[in-house]
Protein backbone atom coordinates (compact mmCIF):
# COMPACT_ATOMS: atom_id res chain seq x y z
CA UNK A 1 0.00 0.00 0.00
CA UNK A 2 1.06 3.57 -0.95
CA UNK A 3 0.72 6.46 0.71
CA UNK A 4 1.30 7.22 4.45
CA UNK A 5 -0.22 5.00 7.55
CA UNK A 6 -3.75 5.66 8.65
CA UNK A 7 -3.65 9.02 10.85
CA UNK A 8 -0.37 10.27 9.36
CA UNK A 9 -0.14 13.94 9.11
CA UNK A 10 1.66 14.85 6.00
CA UNK A 11 4.07 16.65 6.38
CA UNK A 12 5.22 19.92 3.97
CA UNK A 13 8.15 19.82 1.87
CA UNK A 14 11.21 22.07 3.15
CA UNK A 15 11.34 25.12 1.98
CA UNK A 16 14.99 25.18 -0.07
CA UNK A 17 15.64 29.05 -0.49
CA UNK A 18 17.53 29.24 -3.71
CA UNK A 19 20.34 31.75 -4.55
CA UNK A 20 19.76 34.88 -6.11
CA UNK A 21 19.48 34.53 -10.36
CA UNK A 22 23.04 35.62 -11.31
CA UNK A 23 24.85 34.79 -7.78
CA UNK A 24 28.23 33.87 -8.32
CA UNK A 25 28.89 29.78 -7.19
CA UNK A 26 31.82 28.60 -4.95
CA UNK A 27 33.58 30.54 -2.33
CA UNK A 28 33.25 34.17 -1.62
CA UNK A 29 37.05 34.52 -2.53
CA UNK A 30 36.42 33.72 -6.10
CA UNK A 31 34.87 36.62 -6.44
CA UNK A 32 37.58 39.19 -5.37
CA UNK A 33 39.62 41.61 -7.25
CA UNK A 34 42.87 40.10 -6.65
CA UNK A 35 45.43 38.85 -8.16
CA UNK A 36 46.36 36.03 -5.80
CA UNK A 37 42.68 35.15 -5.42
CA UNK A 38 42.10 35.04 -9.48
CA UNK A 39 46.07 32.71 -9.31
CA UNK A 40 43.93 30.51 -7.04
CA UNK A 41 40.75 30.18 -9.08
CA UNK A 42 43.27 29.10 -11.90
CA UNK A 43 44.94 26.73 -9.94
CA UNK A 44 41.40 25.45 -8.58
CA UNK A 45 40.03 24.57 -12.34
CA UNK A 46 43.66 22.63 -12.88
CA UNK A 47 44.41 21.14 -9.12
CA UNK A 48 41.96 21.45 -6.74
CA UNK A 49 44.10 19.46 -4.60
CA UNK A 50 47.08 22.18 -4.54
CA UNK A 51 44.65 24.74 -4.42
CA UNK A 52 43.10 23.84 -1.44
CA UNK A 53 46.57 24.08 -0.20
CA UNK A 54 47.23 27.76 -1.24
CA UNK A 55 43.80 28.96 0.26
CA UNK A 56 45.36 28.35 3.55
CA UNK A 57 48.77 30.64 2.81
CA UNK A 58 49.21 34.27 2.92
CA UNK A 59 50.45 36.11 -0.29
CA UNK A 60 53.35 38.08 1.28
CA UNK A 61 54.44 39.04 -2.20
CA UNK A 62 52.99 38.18 -5.72
CA UNK A 63 53.65 39.73 -8.89
CA UNK A 64 56.19 39.35 -11.82
CA UNK A 65 58.71 40.38 -9.62
CA UNK A 66 58.43 37.12 -7.72
CA UNK A 67 55.96 35.13 -5.52
CA UNK A 68 56.63 34.52 -2.09
CA UNK A 69 54.04 32.38 0.07
CA UNK A 70 54.17 32.78 3.78
CA UNK A 71 53.43 29.32 5.53
CA UNK A 72 51.45 28.66 9.01
CA UNK A 73 51.76 24.82 8.90
CA UNK A 74 54.78 22.61 8.68
CA UNK A 75 52.17 20.74 6.23
CA UNK A 76 51.28 23.46 3.85
CA UNK A 77 55.42 24.38 3.31
CA UNK A 78 56.09 20.58 3.00
CA UNK A 79 53.56 20.12 0.06
CA UNK A 80 54.10 22.88 -1.75
CA UNK A 81 57.86 22.94 -1.39
CA UNK A 82 57.77 19.20 -2.95
CA UNK A 83 59.60 19.32 -6.07
CA UNK A 84 56.92 17.95 -8.14
CA UNK A 85 54.35 20.63 -6.89
CA UNK A 86 56.95 22.94 -6.53
CA UNK A 87 57.67 22.82 -10.41
CA UNK A 88 53.90 22.73 -11.25
CA UNK A 89 53.27 25.89 -9.31
CA UNK A 90 56.21 27.91 -10.68
CA UNK A 91 54.96 26.75 -14.06
CA UNK A 92 51.50 28.03 -13.64
CA UNK A 93 52.45 31.35 -11.94
CA UNK A 94 55.10 31.46 -15.42
CA UNK A 95 51.35 30.98 -17.85
CA UNK A 96 49.88 33.22 -15.05
CA UNK A 97 52.00 36.35 -15.58
CA UNK A 98 53.57 34.82 -19.18
CA UNK A 99 57.11 34.69 -17.89
CA UNK A 100 59.13 33.10 -15.57
CA UNK A 101 58.69 34.13 -11.93
CA UNK A 102 60.67 32.69 -8.82
CA UNK A 103 58.75 31.07 -6.20
CA UNK A 104 59.57 30.60 -2.47
CA UNK A 105 57.73 28.80 0.04
CA UNK A 106 58.52 29.98 3.60
CA UNK A 107 57.51 29.43 7.45
CA UNK A 108 58.09 30.95 10.52
CA UNK A 109 57.05 34.61 9.33
CA UNK A 110 56.38 37.76 11.68
CA UNK A 111 52.72 37.94 11.66
CA UNK A 112 52.52 41.28 11.41
CA UNK A 113 48.51 43.17 11.50
CA UNK A 114 49.82 44.19 7.94
CA UNK A 115 50.22 40.83 6.64
CA UNK A 116 47.59 39.94 3.93
CA UNK A 117 44.50 37.07 5.16
CA UNK A 118 44.50 34.11 3.66
CA UNK A 119 41.47 33.29 1.03
CA UNK A 120 40.60 30.84 3.73
CA UNK A 121 40.22 33.65 6.67
CA UNK A 122 38.43 35.60 4.08
CA UNK A 123 35.80 32.66 3.60
CA UNK A 124 35.58 32.27 7.39
CA UNK A 125 34.72 35.89 7.95
CA UNK A 126 32.29 36.02 4.78
CA UNK A 127 30.03 32.96 6.76
CA UNK A 128 29.98 34.64 9.61
CA UNK A 129 29.09 38.11 8.21
CA UNK A 130 26.22 35.67 5.99
CA UNK A 131 25.15 34.25 9.54
CA UNK A 132 24.51 37.04 11.91
CA UNK A 133 22.49 38.96 8.69
CA UNK A 134 20.60 35.44 8.70
CA UNK A 135 20.33 35.40 12.77
CA UNK A 136 18.87 39.53 12.59
CA UNK A 137 16.85 38.55 9.65
CA UNK A 138 15.44 35.93 11.80
CA UNK A 139 14.95 38.35 15.01
CA UNK A 140 13.09 40.87 12.51
CA UNK A 141 11.03 38.85 11.11
CA UNK A 142 7.14 40.69 11.55
CA UNK A 143 5.63 36.76 12.35
CA UNK A 144 8.78 36.72 15.49
CA UNK A 145 7.69 40.17 16.35
CA UNK A 146 3.77 39.38 16.06
CA UNK A 147 4.73 36.01 18.65
CA UNK A 148 6.75 37.78 20.64
CA UNK A 149 4.80 40.73 20.92
CA UNK A 150 1.41 38.80 21.69
CA UNK A 151 3.01 36.06 24.11
CA UNK A 152 5.51 38.06 25.64
CA UNK A 153 9.24 37.41 26.21
CA UNK A 154 12.22 37.52 24.29
CA UNK A 155 14.20 36.05 21.91
CA UNK A 156 16.77 33.96 23.41
CA UNK A 157 18.18 32.25 20.72
CA UNK A 158 18.34 31.78 16.88
CA UNK A 159 19.34 28.51 15.20
CA UNK A 160 20.32 29.52 11.79
CA UNK A 161 20.12 26.36 9.41
CA UNK A 162 22.74 26.37 6.68
CA UNK A 163 21.53 25.82 2.94
CA UNK A 164 24.91 23.86 2.17
Known amino acids: MDGPP ?12 LPPEGAPKGPIWLQLDDAFAHFVGE ?12 VHVRPLA ?7 LGCETAFDEG ?3 DRETHEALTAMLG ?14 FELASTAPRTLAEVED ?29 AIANVRVLDEG
Open 6 to 17: PGARPTAPRAVP
Open 43 to 54: VRRRRPALAANL
Open 62 to 68: FGVDGVV
Open 79 to 81: KLN
Open 95 to 108: EHFRRPVRLVVQRG
Open 125 to 153: EHQAAVRVAKEQAARDNPAVRAVVGTLGG
